[in-house]
């Protein structure tokens, strides 16, 4: 299924244990999310459930192993995988992250299995430009880029991340997907933790016409002197739903993703969250977004 | 060394074992000259 007019979508992200509920259920979400890497592999019922669900919603392509940001090349056969299941999905989204993943240990390629910081300087931007265009070109399809949670920084780093994400976008023609719980974590671990602020900066940052997707999440509170890590393991909290209602504020009504990973709840708990962006869509753009309308009360993480 | 390769080989090459125990000197002048905090390079290990 296409999705003919995108800017007024809610979606969640489509995870193993709610295959069932997302083929059962009646449709309560204007598209699913997948992450690519989960369905590489040749058949199997993984590949089978997305084809299904194909049938149903539009679908988006979240990868996270792609490491644009890497001066490493990104192998071949990575970028074969995506095509042949882009090619077969055909995703109204593909989004990856501002990040690095590719290097070498001991002369062997290597991936990091994680989403590696980048350095937010020139050096940095001139080779994510030369991947993205790669990219898009080898794929034939405009890639939107996701600003990331980070535990470290680089002392070379000059720019902002929104600074840089923001002339990778005028340089390339790609997209920007704002992950609004993104920058409270790193307002918190790398900021005086005025979540309201490093989101008013940074979407101020941003032109009005580059962002084409939002996620938004919510995390584990960390222990004491410690750095919070994004685990996508709780509902949305209360401060990355005010800076959801900045950044609709600024940008107007954008594709936005519910991300749920870890401790996974009911699929409800999931639609709910869903429920409460669109309520907050209608509520700030004045709008009448239109699949569901009852509200699901879902608890909020402080 | 590229600071892409500095963070990979940092996160690859100390005992995660270790972690909780006080750092040898060359690993905390390494992470003290890369600007990196030990809390942050721990996550990604």
Redesign the interface.
């Given at each position: 299924m296409s999705a003919n007019n995108t800017e007024m979508l809610i979606g969640v992200g489509l995870r193993h244990a709610h295959f069932a509920d997302i083929l059962t259920q009646p449709k309560q979400v204007d598209f699913i999310e997948v992450h690519s890497e989960n369905f590489f592999g040749e058949g199997g019922a993984a590949l089978s459930v997305l084809n299904q669900v194909r049938e149903k919603y539009p679908v988006s392509l979240h990868s996270t192993s792609m490491g644009l940001g890497?001066?490493?090349e990104i192998p071949q056969h990575y970028l074969d995988r995506l095509k042949k299941l882009t090619q077969m999905i055909d995703p109204f989204l593909m989004s990856e992250h501002a990040c690095?993943t590719w290097?070498?240990?001991q002369g062997q390629l290597?991936h990091?299995g994680?989403l590696?910081p980048?350095?937010h300087n020139h050096t940095s931007l001139d080779r994510m430009c030369e991947q993205v265009d790669k990219v898009q070109s080898f794929l034939g399809r405009q890639l939107i880029i996701e600003n990331v949670s980070?535990?470290?920084?680089?002392?070379?780093s000059y720019l902002s991340e929104a600074q840089f994400l923001a002339e990778l976008s005028q340089r390339t023609g790609a997209k920007i997907l704002l992950d609004i719980n993104n920058i409270a974590v790193n307002s918190i671990?790398f900021e005086d933790g005025n979540i309201q602020q490093s989101i008013n900066d940074y979407i101020n940052t941003l032109s009005l016409n580059s962002v084409a997707q939002i996620h938004l999440a919510g995390c584990t509170p960390p222990s004491a002197g410690?750095?919070v890590?994004d685990d996508h393991a709780r509902p949305v909290s209360t401060e990355v739903w005010q800076g959801y209602e900045q950044a609709l504020q600024r940008f107007g009504a954008i594709p936005t993703l519910i991300e749920w990973d870890n401790d996974l709840p009911e699929w409800m708990t999931l639609i709910g969250e869903a429920n409460k962006a669109r309520h907050i869509v209608n509520s700030v753009l004045n709008t009448n977004s239109p699949i569901v309308q009852k509200q699901v009360p879902t608890k909020d993480c402080q | 060394m590229?600071?892409?390769?500095r963070?990979?080989?940092l996160?690859?090459?100390n005992d995660p074992t270790s972690l909780d125990k006080e750092l040898d000197k060359e690993l905390t002048e390494e992470l003290a000259e890369?600007?990196?905090?030990i809390?942050?390079?721990n996550?990604?290990r």
């Open positions: 890497s001066y490493q690095f290097g070498q240990q290597i990091s994680d590696l980048i350095c980070a535990y470290i920084k680089f002392n070379q671990n410690e750095l890590v | 590229n600071e892409q390769q963070l990979l080989t996160i690859w090459n890369s600007g990196f905090d809390r942050g390079v996550i990604y």
